[in-house]
């Protein structure tokens, strides 16, 4: 077990230009979380799957932001139209619903950066 | 709704001394609480949880934190600072079924020689 992997670890864009980014969950975790860190900030929940259904998405994931899990297993987070404040670390992390207690297993995350 | 808060955003200490970081939160049901610590460029990494077993958790690196309803707090202590704890500290609360994160908004711990 590799841990969660997320890809690229950085991208940089121009505004405007659209930018995907992909996680691979621990293999056996049916659930998975896309969360957003600015700069001396805490990670700010976006959204999470239970398998592949997306089942809650926080108000910060605007009409320019869609995220997918079209197996139940990887996930990837698309951003259109990209704008300077989307700059960020996006963070994915993955858990299970059996016997879990909370805890969830961060990757390393996708910095962005957008000139 | 829930949230969590840190008091203070950066905290120094010497080498060898006591580490206190502070967390307080707000849920009006019993809470999952969390501690995760976060290095430079890299992603975040569990210290320790409390679930509604024991009170006092202990973690990893020498880590520990006291659940105190009355006071809503769950700071985190560890009595001897060494310089490889320096690192970013965040504190999560988790109170549904969705077992999402509710995060402060970090503590920076410095550790001086």
């Known amino acids: ?115 | 709704a829930q949230s969590v808060t840190q008091l203070g955003s950066h905290v120094s200490v010497s080498e060898g001394a006591l580490v206190l970081l502070r967390c307080n939160y707000s849920s009006s049901v019993p809470p999952y609480l969390f501690w995760y610590v976060q290095y430079p460029n890299q992603g975040l990494q569990l210290l320790l949880k409390y679930t509604s077993a024991a009170t006092l958790v202990k973690g990893i690196n020498g880590f520990e934190a006291e659940f105190k309803k009355s006071e809503t707090s769950f700071h985190l202590t560890k009595p001897s600072a060494h310089m490889s704890d320096a690192a970013e500290y965040f504190c999560a609360v988790s109170v549904d079924s969705s077992y999402k994160l509710i995060f402060g908004s970090g503590t920076r711990l410095l550790v001086r020689p």
């Open chain 1, 1 to 115: 077990d590799t841990g969660v992997s997320q890809d690229p670890r950085h991208k940089i864009t121009k505004r405007g230009q659209n930018v995907t980014f992909r996680c691979d969950p621990i293999s056996e975790h049916n659930r998975l979380y896309w969360y957003r860190q600015t700069l001396g900030q805490g990670p700010e929940f976006l959204t999470y799957f239970q398998n592949e259904a997306q089942l809650e998405k926080s108000r910060l994931l605007s009409d320019r932001f869609s995220a997918e899990r079209p197996k139940g297993s990887f996930s990837t987070l698309e951003i259109q139209r990209t704008e300077q404040g989307d700059s960020a670390m996006y963070l994915c992390a993955s858990s299970y619903t059996e016997g879990n207690t909370g805890e969830l297993f961060f990757g390393e995350g996708s910095r962005l950066t957008v000139l």
